[in-house]
């Protein structure tokens, strides 16, 4: 119970932080800036089991959905905007991947 009570709890959190970044920066910069700041942070987190549950799976798992990725990159792209498509999935792709890496070595280098 308390498992999933962490899940819920981080989701609930997460989810309410997304929104607000989402509603005050716009949707492309906002998801942009969610997924960015999610993979640094799970970056930081991730030797670190003992907040995994509710900061891994719930805050950060509802912070940076896929979904409202995907919808966003065809919305843009149906929209004919198909540069700036292009530029939300290369962002989100690389420099999200770049973001978990960063923080992987600042978890290793200066945290440990």
Excluded at 7 to 35: C, D, E, P, Q, Y
Excluded at 45 to 74: C, Q
Excluded at 82 to 110: E, K
């Amino acid at each position: 119970m308390y498992e999933a009570a962490a899940v819920g709890a981080g989701g609930f959190a997460g989810a309410v932080v997304r929104h607000l970044v989402v509603s005050v920066t716009g949707s492309t910069i906002g998801i942009i800036a969610v997924n960015l700041a999610g993979c640094l942070v799970m970056g930081l987190l991730s030797h670190d089991s003992r907040f995994a549950l509710f900061a891994a799976t719930g805050f950060l798992g509802a912070l940076t959905t896929f979904s409202a990725f995907s919808g966003h990159a065809v919305k843009l792209w149906n929209s004919g905007d198909v540069v700036t498509a292009g530029a939300f999935i290369l962002i989100n792709v690389l420099a999200g991947i770049s973001a978990f890496v960063l923080g992987l070595h600042l978890n290793t280098h200066l945290l440990s």
